[in-house]
């Protein structure tokens, strides 16, 4: 699927994924801090992270190897190969010590990307699980739309289907509960009427 996007991804999707640049400003991770970016696509999301918080260890997984082989070429450019490191995993099931020598992180991220992995529930589990004591998980996806109008909603849940992407409108919820069951403290924001939600899951110290 992405053998060919990835090399337009960044630049038509800047427009509707929204919110990814307020998670950005959001995470302040702690000096020499490890982020983690489950999904993480091109690397977009990362080389601002590593940007906007230079003493910041990074590292990101993907899947596809096709979107990692973009990344990489955009990590180089930007100059940030040193400090950003890229593994090809699955989301739902991934060993980050054997991925990055770290069993765990002060952040980690998943943007836009449970909309896209059919056992979403899984990878958000992953994903808790790695957050290092007094760490956080911060998400943003795509909402339930509940306050949106009709007719944008069909066009919109018809375009995203061409591109295999499935709003998890329980997310929420799912988050919620998730939090309730291992003791980690959780919220979650509509964004834009319920175009997207941002979810925060913060494991105690």
């Not at 770290?102 to 952040?107: I, K, L, N, P, V």
């Not at 760490?135 to 306050?147: R, S, T, Y």
Request: aromatic letters at 8%.
């Amino acid at each position: 699927m992405y053998r060919f996007q990835r090399h337009i991804y960044d630049a038509t999707r800047k427009f509707y994924l929204l919110g990814r640049d307020g998670l950005i400003a959001e995470l302040k991770p702690p000096p020499g801090g490890a982020v983690l970016e489950v999904g993480c696509g091109t690397g977009r999301n990362l080389i601002k992270i590593a940007q906007a918080y230079p003493h910041a260890r990074c590292y990101g997984l993907d899947v596809s190897e096709q979107m990692l082989r973009t990344a990489r070429e955009q990590v180089a450019k930007a100059g940030l190969s040193e400090r950003i490191v890229l593994a090809q995993a699955d989301a739902t099931d991934f060993d980050s010590q054997a991925l990055f020598g770290r069993a765990g992180f002060e952040r980690v991220v998943i943007s836009y990307a449970l909309s896209m992995i059919p056992p979403w529930r899984e990878a958000l589990a992953q994903g808790l699980a790695v957050v290092a004591p007094g760490g956080a998980l911060h998400i943003v996806d795509f909402g339930d739309q509940a306050h949106l109008p009709g007719p944008f909603r069909a066009v919109l849940n018809r375009w995203l289907a061409l591109f295999h992407v499935t709003p998890r409108r329980d997310l929420d919820a799912v988050v919620t509960d998730l939090c309730a069951e291992t003791g980690t403290i959780g919220s979650t924001t509509r964004l834009f009427g319920g175009y997207s939600v941002q979810a925060v899951a913060i494991r105690p110290a």
